[in-house]
């Protein structure tokens, strides 16, 4: 029998980041130069199949440096860390190496200027993800504001004729952060901060492609985690871009093919944490139930590269005489 006709619309760029293919190479390269186990705080990057390549390479994942023993390395992920934990590794003298992405890193040290400039700071993210803890905590406890929705920006305590400085997560939607800074820099005319706002090269390209792509098709699927807060974003962007079902899979056995049953236009892509593998694995599993054509729509040519930080020599205890 013929297999039914899909039209699959790809996004260009998808999938893995600069940030993303750096912190991965990190744990890679500390596996290589120190041997297992190395320790990682938190996933490396919001994705299971990453994670589980690197735990079988001797990566060991924890929440917090309480879980890691003395002496080993320990990576922090690509979200970044706030003060007190690379202050923590210092003290118990860990091997620590940072994989923070050198755009979450630049936050950080907007962020901590403006405070010793005496401005207070307002943050535009999510309550509780890492990369809002990392940056909420490169300074005192409480300095900075953290603003999740248009309406907390009515709801600061602050006067509206002094200097605030702002700051965003890196994976918000572009069309939600433009909304708050719009309403920040209308109650506060001498708002100070970035040109438009953090959000990062890959986020904000991933969001274009959606928003090209959701319009003409009947479904979007977007190849991420449930905790990857960029992943989640292209969905919202999918759906307030006219696209009638858009999803998150983890990749091709979270394909849902009763609910794509009748389609002839569907859209893919990826967040920045999901390596171009699963694509190709999704794929591979639509045209073992389709004659699938595959349409590339691309929005942006991704030429960013980050540069590996080098990693510390371990110094072994002192053979005895
Ligand atoms: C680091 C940063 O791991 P992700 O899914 O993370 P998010 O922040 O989207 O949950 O994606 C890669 C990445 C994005 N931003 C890593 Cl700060
Ligand atoms: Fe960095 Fe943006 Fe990727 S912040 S890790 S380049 S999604």
């Known amino acids: 029998m013929d297999k039914t006709a899909l039209t699959v619309r790809l996004a260009a760029p998808r999938g893995s980041c600069a940030g993303v293919e750096r912190a991965i190479t990190i744990v890679e390269q500390a596996l290589e130069r120190y041997g297992a186990p190395v320790y990682v705080r938190h996933e490396i990057v919001h994705n299971a199949f990453v994670v589980d390549r690197l735990r079988s390479l001797g990566a060991v994942f924890v929440d917090e440096l309480d879980q890691v023993p003395d002496g080993v390395p320990v990576i922090f992920s690509a979200h970044g860390v706030s003060k007190s934990v690379a202050a923590e590794a210092e003290r118990r003298g860990l091997l620590a190496v940072d994989a923070t992405c050198p755009l979450v890193a630049k936050v950080h040290r907007e962020v901590e200027r403006h405070h010793r400039a005496g401005l207070p700071v307002v943050l535009i993210g999510h309550a509780g993800h890492p990369e809002v803890e990392g940056t909420l905590g490169q300074v005192p406890e409480g300095a900075v504001r953290l603003l999740e929705r248009p309406e907390d920006v009515d709801a600061l305590n602050l006067p509206t004729d002094s200097a605030v400085a702002y700051a965003t997560q890196t994976t918000l939607s572009v069309d939600e952060a ?67 079902d858009a999803r998150l899979i983890t990749g091709a056995d979270d394909l849902d093919f009763d609910r794509l049953d009748g389609i002839r236009t569907l859209g893919l892509t990826a967040g920045a944490s999901a390596p171009e593998l699963l694509v190709q694995g999704v794929l591979d599993a639509l045209r073992s139930r389709y004659t699938v054509t595959v349409e590339e729509v691309r929005v942006a040519e991704e030429t960013t590269i980050f540069r590996l930080p080098p990693l510390p020599e371990r110094e072994f205890p002192a053979a005895a005489d």
Not at 180 to 197: I, M, N, Q, T
Not at 208 to 218: D, G, L, N
Not at 231 to 244: D, I, T, W
Request: hydrophobic share 40%.
């Open 178 to 244: 433009r909304g708050l800074v719009d309403r920040l820099s209308a109650r506060f005319p001498r708002l100070v901060g970035p040109a438009k706002e953090d959000i990062c090269y890959a986020t904000s390209n991933r969001q274009q492609a959606v928003k090209a792509i959701a319009p003409t098709v009947e479904a979007l699927r977007v190849i991420g985690a449930a905790n990857s807060s960029n992943s989640n974003r292209l969905v919202e962007v999918a759906a307030a871009h006219g696209c009638p």
